[in-house]
């Protein structure tokens, strides 16, 4: 098994997935793959040839890899990106698993029950994956998407409204919209890049004051593991959840499409955190 992407080097999922063959006992290798942008449809062509099982996608090649497999997935369809690759009898069958891993967070923070509305804010890719989470996940009824470029929320809402059937309502990253929205929300997600390393000072809230008990805000960023934007909901009295557990299941679905068996969820958690510390 693999990752490919560009550039790769610093990608932790190595470390994660080598222990966890190393805890089963399994004769298995997960290694990084360089490829160069215009490069993805050719790099799963050889290893369909070469009879890898498997790899996962990084940055910037998820679109790509979506146009180049055989066969998507219902979540892949949905959020428009291949993130995880599964060789199926000669087949090149491409993955969502980002929305699994998200899911699965949500539950590991006690939240087998979520509520009726929530917040997203972004529009990128991790945006797509959260809103079809969301719009497919049983009590939520509607879900208010903001972002700075206004049009770009638009379309994500129309889009996931239509396959979902859920409510999705489309608005601007303001204060005053912000404040709107997180009227009887429980939940907030952050699906923007703002506040990740080394950005670290900042905050993708125009201002914290919408925050308050009760409401659960979930930053998909993992790297710092304490946000400013999680430091604020700290500080609000709402409660405060990071983004590693989302990349650790995410790896955990792969690794189970991979190799068919449950993958030790606890140990790739301690080896992704062991490959952040050390800077990887």
């Known amino acids: 098994m693999g990752v490919i992407g560009h550039p790769v080097a610093h990608s932790a999922s190595p470390q994660m997935h080598n222990e ?39 940055v910037p090649h998820k679109g790509e890899a979506f146009t180049s497999v055989d066969e998507r997935t219902p979540e892949a369809m949905a959020t428009g990106a ?40 972004g529009a990128g890719g991790a945006a797509r994956a959260v809103a079809y989470a969301l719009g497919t996940a049983e009590g939520v009824r509607e879900v208010v998407v903001l972002n700075r470029t206004w049009e770009r929320a638009e379309r994500l809402a ?72 999680m430091q604020q909901a700290d500080e609000r009295g709402a409660r ?3 983004g590693l557990d989302m990349l650790v299941y995410q790896g955990a679905r792969a690794f189970k499409l991979w190799t068919g068996m449950n993958p030790p969820v606890d140990v790739m958690r301690r080896a992704l955190e062991e490959a952040l510390k050390a800077g990887h």
Do not use: Q
């Open 158 to 229: 129309d889009e996931m409204g239509e396959r979902t059937g859920r409510r999705f309502l489309p608005g601007p990253l303001t204060e005053d919209a912000v404040r709107e929205a997180l009227e009887g929300a429980g939940l907030l997600v952050n699906a923007t890049s703002v506040g990740m390393h080394p950005e670290v000072d900042a905050s993708p809230l125009p201002s914290p004051y919408a925050l308050g008990p009760g409401l659960v805000v979930y930053d998909l960023i993992y790297i710092p593991p304490r946000t400013k934007l």
């Open 20 to 58: 966890a063959f190393r805890a089963l006992g399994m004769d298995w290798i997960y290694v990084a793959f360089d490829v160069r942008p215009g490069d993805v449809k050719r790099a799963l062509e050889g290893i369909r040839a070469l009879g890898v099982r498997g790899v996962n996608v990084t």
């Open 82 to 121: 291949v993130n995880t690759v599964v060789v199926e009898e000669g087949r090149l069958v491409g993955h969502n698993t980002d929305v699994y891993g998200f899911r699965e967070a949500l539950r590991r923070a006690g939240l087998d029950h979520l509520p009726e509305k929530a917040v997203l804010l």
């Open 240 to 242: 405060a959840v990071g």
